[in-house]
Nanobody
Framework: QVKLVESGGGLVQPGESLRLSCAAS???????MGWYLQAPGKQREWVGT?????????FYADSVKGRFTISRDDAKNEVHLYMNNLKPEDTAVYYC?????????????????WGQGTQVTVSS
């Protein structure tokens, strides 16, 4: 299993953008990578998943589709979450997750490794 560390969270105003990064301790080749968020008092919620390269397309939760983009750099063992037009309801701790499969999944139980999370706060 790889260890994951997220970074890039912070406080932004509505409408602004933020890029989160997830650094893996080892190779992410062969792993599908996911992003989740957890708002205070709520369950962890799927944001999106990027499969291994050439396997399929990235897919996103409806709540972030068109605003968030996930990319991966297997050479650097990194995954990024680009968040545009942020809204107050996007405020949450964001987690990166790795699944030892080339195929993505929206189910959190499909993932083997999780990062510690990074806080994103959207407020004016």
């Amino acid at each position: 299993q790889v260890k994951l560390v997220e970074s890039g969270g912070g406080l932004v105003q509505p409408g602004e953008s933020l890029r989160l990064s997830c650094a893996a301790s080892g190779s992410i080749r062969g792993y599908a990578m996911g992003w989740y968020l957890q708002a205070p008092g709520k369950q962890r919620e799927w944001v999106g998943t990027i499969p291994s390269p050439y396997v399929g397309t990235v897919f996103y939760a409806d709540s972030v589709k068109g605003r968030f983009t996930i990319s991966r750099d297997d050479a650097k063992n990194e995954v990024h979450l680009y968040m545009n037009n942020l809204k107050p309801e996007d405020t949450a701790v964001y987690y990166c997750a790795a699944r030892s499969s080339i195929f993505g999944s929206s189910s959190p139980t499909a993932y083997d490794s999780w990062g510690q999370g990074t806080q994103v706060t959207v407020s004016s």
